[in-house]
């Protein structure tokens, strides 16, 4: 009983800290799923515990013949290559994905910015501890790296706290 106390007064603290730093995640309007498919370098991301130590990552999404949306992330870690699967599937809200890379737990993928050409996009969770900037290339100019990391810090997040995933 103690235990079980315990570690909801741990979820609830956790739950509190996580909304301290309010967040804006706000997804884009004209969101097009089927353009949005294909592959996507991560350029940089906040730290979370299913991608330290990865770098040169890869995100690749293909969409099923059911409308739901197959996930493969790559990357290097410890010079090994390392590769997991994911699922997806569209909301209700346009730029709004619920994927899973576990069982049956899905998080939101919010969809918050995106180049009018479809070469870079912001993606962020529910939370201020996922951020994404991903782009069709290895690399963004500093000018457009800047923009999106603007706009990521205006919505709320700690830019200051990125990993660069290429090497």
Do not use: C
């Amino acid at each position: 009983m103690l235990l079980a106390l315990a570690m909801l007064i741990f979820a609830l603290t956790a739950y509190a800290e996580d909304r301290k730093q309010e967040i804006n995640t706000a997804t884009v309007p004209n969101f097009d799923l089927k353009a949005f498919m294909g592959r996507w370098y991560e350029i940089a991301r906040l730290d979370n515990r299913f991608e330290r130590g990865m770098t040169n990552v890869i995100a690749d999404y293909t969409l099923q013949p059911d409308g739901k949306i197959r996930i493969v992330n790559s990357g290097m870690r410890d010079g090994k290559y390392h590769e997991t699967i994911g699922r997806g599937k569209v909301t209700r809200q346009t730029g709004r994905l619920r994927v899973s890379f576990f069982m049956f737990f899905y998080s939101d993928y919010n969809v918050m910015a995106m180049a009018q050409n479809g070469e870079w996009v912001l993606v962020g969770g529910n939370s201020p501890k996922y951020l994404w900037i991903l782009a069709r290339k290895k690399n963004l100019s500093e000018e457009t790296l800047n923009h999106i990391i603007g706009l990521a810090r205006d919505r709320g997040y700690d830019t200051d706290a990125l990993i660069f995933s290429h090497e």
